[in-house]
């Protein structure tokens, strides 16, 4: 029995001594091993992570006058699983928010931990529902984007969606920049929800987004706004564009088309209208190309703006019979007067001397048929075939500017280059960015290139005066004060009833620039009259000289005084 007795107190003091070795052990888990991993947890259950958002960074134009700025606004949110009285809440909550009872009671109502009550509330009222201390109730940054200048410029800006990304303009093309880096603050609650003032704050601060400073200038924006808005409402022009450059520098001074549109108000436009027609759109440009023809002509050595030719009043090209606007016996027109009279079949016969190879390769040099690489999305490269697909007809009428597509701002390129000693300077938009700490960069000036020689530009600058002067096609261009330069284009627009150009009225073109003896501005303003037969020098050639007119009288712009010169347009 001593025996037996014996042999069962051994096997239960081993049973103990096994037992007290597993519960050891597992404390020795629990505190060692997992308690890093337990007190984490109990940590994070007691932790709240709120996302902090950036603000954007505000668009300005030159001179720093603001276009587009973020003023600071919260989202409401709420964890339903710590809102204790969902309809009491709701009930606290639904003047201040301006939400009714029974919608925000449903939300409080539903299952899992995040809900949103509203957005972009103001923080003067963000303000008074903390002060009611509602459990499960809390509040993000939800900043709100507005534009000052409405319509100005609203285009070029472009505008931000509900979820604060750029959707358009430079808003979009400078969405990394302005946007910044979000943050987040990660802190200690309560039971109830609420952060604990002394409790555990680790938080990362969010990086405010870059200021954006545009070369335009917003007092001529507004000018050339409210001219295109005015040309819109004349009964026949349903759509216009306008871009001014600076002669020396390829910067846009101003853009804008009609219709245009408010970006704080983008949901309330015809998405159609929601792009930039400037370097969107592409039309026929008639025969404000003619600039191109003749200076390629007159490069290649093939005429000089005193050069004589027996014009006749058409010409066959192809299958096809290309006239002047009127037909006529021949002419004995000059260079000059080929191009203060528009004519085509003049024209048309430099552009046979050329060759039809160099001629694209003029065009091509000038920047047509490709991006001219500005800072705005959206941007087309218009239509320009390969010479060795032209047809005769087609031969005929890319030097006429038809067949050929271009976009206003390619226009307004061309003239720049002409101003500026045959010297072409790609245009742009943006001026400098400059980080939330104050750090500046200037934006890379593109590099210049070379298309013309001074001598063949300041032989098309006096060609081109004539089309202002007297006898030209386009007196109404004129600027009390200042000699100006210039060319109408009358094109075909294309009917998309018929797929043909009858019965599509006509786009209608001016581009030019001033003074002819210092040029500083470029303009051009192109009009699309589906219903109207009257040329650029009646209908665009006026809305450019407002424009140009206001350009240097705000630009501190003195006229030289030097008379203009003396033209002969035709002789015997």
Known sequence: MEVRSERRNRLGLAFLITLLVVVVGRLVVLQGVDGAAYAQAAEDSRMRTFPITAIRGEITDRSGQVLAYSVHAERVVADPTVVADPEATAQALTDLLDVPVADLTERLSREGRYVVLAAKVATDVTDKIRELGLGGIYFEEDPVRLYPAGAVGGQVVGFVGTEGSGLAGIEHTYQDQLAGTDGEERVEVDGRGNPIPSGIDDTTPAKDGATVALTLDEDLQFVVQQRLDAACDDGDTTSASA????????????????????????????????????????????????????????????????????????????????????????????????????????????????????????????????????????????????????????????????????????????????????????????????????????????????????????????????????????????????????????????????????????????????????????????????????????????VFADVMRYALTAGGVVPSGAPRPAFTLTVP
């Open 243 to 542: 871009v001014v450059l600076d002669v020396h520098t390829g910067e846009v001074a101003a853009m804008a088309s009609c219709p245009g549109y408010d970006p704080g108000h983008y949901n309330q436009t015809d998405p159609d209208l929601l792009g930039n027609a400037v370097v969107s759109d592409v039309y026929e440009p008639g025969s404000v190309m003619k600039a191109v023809t003749l200076s390629a002509a007159i490069e290649e050595g093939k005429a000089k703006p005193d050069t004589v030719l027996q014009v006749p009043g058409h010409i066959q090209a192809g299958d096809a019979v290309v006239t002047d606007a009127h037909d006529h016996e021949p002419i004995g027109f000059t260079v000059t007067g080929i191009l203060a009279k528009s004519s085509n079949v003049g024209a048309i016969m430099l552009a046979r001397e050329v060759g039809d190879q160099r001629l694209e390769d003029y065009l091509r040099a000038f920047g047509i048929g490709s991006k001219t690489g500005i800072e705005l999305p959206g941007e087309s490269a218009g239509i320009l075939q390969d010479s060795a697909d032209w047809t005769a007809s087609r031969a005929a009428n890319v030097p006429i500017g038809q067949g050929v597509s271009v976009t206003t701002l390619q226009m307004a390129s061309v003239y720049q280059t002409l101003a500026n000693d045959g010297v072409r300077i790609p245009p742009r938009i943006v001026r400098s960015v400059t980080a939330a700490d104050g750090t500046a960069v200037p934006t890379a000036r593109p590099a210049a290139t070379r298309v013309v020689s001074a001598d063949t530009a300041h032989a098309m600058t006096y060609m081109l005066e004539a089309v202002v002067g007297p006898g030209g096609t386009a007196p109404l261009g004129e600027v009390d004060g200042f000699r100006v330069v210039g060319k109408t284009g009358t094109a075909q627009r294309a009917n998309p009833e018929c797929s043909c150009y009858a019965g599509g009225g006509y786009f209608t073109t001016f581009v030019g620039y001033a003074p002819a003896d210092d040029p500083q501005y470029v303009v051009a303003v192109d009009l699309e009259r589906p219903s109207s037969d009257a040329e650029g020098g009646q209908v665009a050639a006026p």
